[in-house]
Nanobody
Framework: QVQLVESGGRLVQAGASLRLSCAAS????????MGWFRQAPGKEREFVGG????????YYADSVKGRFTISRDNAKKLGYLQMNSLKPEDTAVYYCAADYSTVVPTTTRDYDFWGQGTQVTVSS
């Protein structure tokens, strides 16, 4: 079992940077791939990016590639989503998720554990 808690979301202006954190509990966190998703009002939850259990592999949605960076610290049981050059269209609730897998899934149905989400609002 893995419990996830996101933090760091807030209101920022366009062009700003923000770092979200995902704190995990559970002894086997290092065995889980981690994904970040977001959901804007009236839209489906979408994949933002993910990182393998080792941290060696990362994947990003085209909409955030080059602006967002995912990392993790297995010793501290923390995952991070660094967001730069934020745009109003990045406004959403951001979720971290974990999957006991050697690959990084990109769909919501493949993740077993989810955090409660943290709101990111980007004003123009």
């Amino acid at each position: 079992q893995v419990q996830l808690v996101e933090s760091g979301g807030r209101l920022v202006q366009a062009g700003a940077s923000l770092r979200l954190s995902c704190a995990a509990s559970g002894r086997t966190f290092r065995s889980y791939a981690m994904g970040w998703f977001r959901q804007a009002p009236g839209k489906e939850r979408e994949f933002v990016g993910g990182i393998s259990w080792s941290g060696r592999s990362t994947y990003y949605a085209d909409s955030v590639k080059g602006r967002f960076t995912i990392s993790r610290d297995n010793a501290k049981k923390l995952g991070y989503l660094q967001m730069n050059s934020l745009k109003p269209e990045d406004t959403a609730v951001y979720y971290c998720a974990a999957d006991y897998s050697t690959v990084v899934p990109t769909t919501t149905r493949d993740y077993d554990f989810w955090g409660q989400g943290t709101q990111v609002t980007v004003s123009s």
